[in-house]
């Protein structure tokens, strides 16, 4: 067994000599960065993609790795991909323009972190907007997190015969949102 004296690690895959960071070879190094295990040559979530391609359930399959706000995320040939995009291309293919996204398909799933094949589709970014409005998981009106009024708020102003100066005093916005 071949022992790179640079590298903290054993083994015999050692890569040049020299460290690099944290008394680990190149090799080891970029292992440890990307799968938290300098000896690992597979993703645990990987396991995970492969065992969502072959699904055929029709319930949701539940994304339990790495989450990017909704959506899991994976490290797939060097670079960091959605894994549901993950799943659609390992099951249907490539999309067959590189600018659609991986979407839900609407009223059928509501659930990002859902990976399950049979609940996605390829669609253009307008077409997933449309689907988030169908679905009713868009955050406009109140269900955004920047909304000051809320719905009731709106209809009491509608309704009211206050001048508009006393009404943006009352709820604590600008006269002009009134």
Known sequence: ????????????????????????????????????????????????????????????????????????????????????????????????DPTMEAAHAPVVCHNPACVNPRHLRWATHAENMADTILDGTTQTGDRSVTAKLTAADVQFIRDSSLPGKDLAEMFGVDPSNI
């Open 1 to 96: 067994m071949a022992v790179n004296p640079s590298c903290s690690v054993p083994g015999d895959q050692c890569s040049a000599s020299g460290r690099i960071r944290n008394g680990m070879c190149r090799l080891h190094y970029i292992r440890w960065w990307r799968h938290g295990d300098p000896l690992m040559v597979r993703q645990p979530a990987m396991d995970f993609i492969d065992h969502a391609v072959r699904y055929e359930g029709d319930e949701c399959l539940l994304w339990p790795y790495s989450m990017n706000k909704n959506h899991g995320q994976v490290r797939y040939n060097g670079r960091t991909i959605g894994a549901h995009r993950l799943v659609l291309i390992l099951h249907s293919g490539p999309p067959a």
